[in-house]
């Protein structure tokens, strides 16, 4: 079992806990009287404390970012690919923390938890995060490990989302915003696409309004559905037909009703697996701050306006086939950065792996976020008083 | 209320109904011991029978495709648009016949009709139907109506497939095959999008296995949710842009859990009154019968050679914005037939309505159409025998 521990593998990491006792009050206006995050680090932090990176994680991620939680793990942590010794990530280094998010179901509290003021389980009366909730909650947990800047807070997606609004919500504190397959906010197909998934699990009789694990159950149909749908938008045309093309299930087709394309039987075991282990309640609390998501609204609609604040480095990525989170999108980051006067990397990957790609060792990206990395690494080191 | 029935409109029609009283075999090895087809027609039949056009409808489409079936209707059939006096299906030259598929759900037989066998509605028990099986009825009501060959075989998406399958199975009793927005078959992506619709109506517990009509109920929550995916597919991002934007309902957002935006509000109206006209079953058929349209599989995946038997000339059409049935896909269609030698026209609309700009007035797409049908007509006229 020990071949997994590779010399670029973070090894075998175990999750903490962070409390704060203090009450949190929202965007939304409501508070929330006290609150956990449970997060994981990979590497050391210096001496300096110049050298701590926060990643943030897309719609369905969570804190294990990297290596195993045991040895008998049969998978390691969802970035595994990006984040170890000598990876674009490079744990040699910097001191990495990976968080689950507020309102999440990986141990951070969220609807799954207790509300300490009913002594009821949330459920659908969790409050509503926005990504700028994110951002005021990671920057306590930067305060707790005491973390005064951070080198680099980077992300793919929904997590890229959050490297832009540190850049414009606490300009001091972060050198580096590194976006991967992120938009300035989410098109109306973006938003359709999410509604229904939201509407699938709003309308599995087993929500109950959503509270399912009072009534000991779970709406596994629409969280399958939700997983669907986002599976296939996640990925490309050519990339499924690459995959699967029309390959049948067993020899040819047999014109009944049950799953016959391989494509089927794929897309069935990953929503399976997904409903399986993912709240329903957060899913929608997610897909509503990806929804919510606009910096740029509180500017008349001028992101170059929302960008000025920002005083780090950007850099952004993007790949030709990603369909949800289009180059084009990324572009519009990149044009608005320009117009505010910022320091600004750009990089459009070709590749058939869709918005997926950020998670995917294609090669060009990972040398592209290397080169990046380390060049943001010699920086905040050279900006190192000497020993 | 008179004031609907304009110079191009082809008025009030009524439907037919056509019996056939003998077995008919289906690709799948299952017979149905009779069935009836509902069909209208527009134009006048001449007196050489050489003016005959079949209209094919797509997934969700039936026979009424022009004018009112009554002074009440507040909207015309599903076509009107390019079928009337004058329009690109001109009237006053072609005797259009439009009909219910095989299948369907509004009056021809189909999983809602009785199994004269067992006295029971057929529900999940109606056998499975092809493309092939379509353009077998077709020909069937063809005879029934005295028609010895079609001018023209004319459908948009699965209709344009049902053209195709016309040429090549039938190929001396159609002399143009105008195939809009069509694909020679799905892509993996395509099936995964009618897989989510499928399961969306398959686990909706209101579903019964299939027999919600004889239980009483109805899958009206998975109906929904596989009408609001297929209306966000046959969309393009821009046109759902344009039309939408990330206008929200009211005023500023409320960060709450309920419908937000436009295009939110817009879904759940689109699908809650598609839940209410189509049958559940009749969905479930129609896209397994998308799914397995697939002409070249037979000649080894060769779409040329498929095409080889046909003897009418080709027009096909496709657009710019849409992404399900891509223009790429149509150009797939249109080089299988000038290796196959056939006589063929294209041409590439560009406007931002996605799949679902075959069924609206694109001023380009109907020039084009209507420059290519006047074109058959005049070549079918020039055939006649003289008077």
Redesign the interface.
Known sequence: MREKLTSDCVGIVEPQVQVFDSALEL??GRELPRFQLVYETYGELNATRSNALLVCHALSGHHHAAGYNSLEDRKPGWWDVCIGPGKPIDTNRFFVVSLNNLGGCHGSTGPTSIDPETGRIYG?DFP?I?VRDWVTTQAMLADALGIPSWAVVIGGSLGGMQAMQWAIDIPHRIKHAVMIAAAP?????N???N??AR??IL???EFHGGRYLEKGTNPT?GL??AR??GH?TY???DG??D????EVKSGD?S???D???Q??SY??YQ?RSFSESFDANTY?LMT?AL??F?PAREHGDDLAAALSRAQCRFFAASFTTD?RF?SARTREIVDALVVAGKDVVSVEIDCPHGHDAFLLPVPRYVDALTTYLRYAADLEESHEPAG
């Open positions: 965007v939304c659908p509503s926005t906010r989410l098109s109306a197909q938003i359709a696409f509604e229904i509407q699938a309308s599995d009789p149909a399958m559905l669907m749908l296939v990925q490309s045309d499924l037909r995959k699967f093309g029309r087709l014109l009944g009703l799953v016959e394309f494509v089927e897309l069935h929503g929608l509503h929804d919510y606009d369909w289009a």
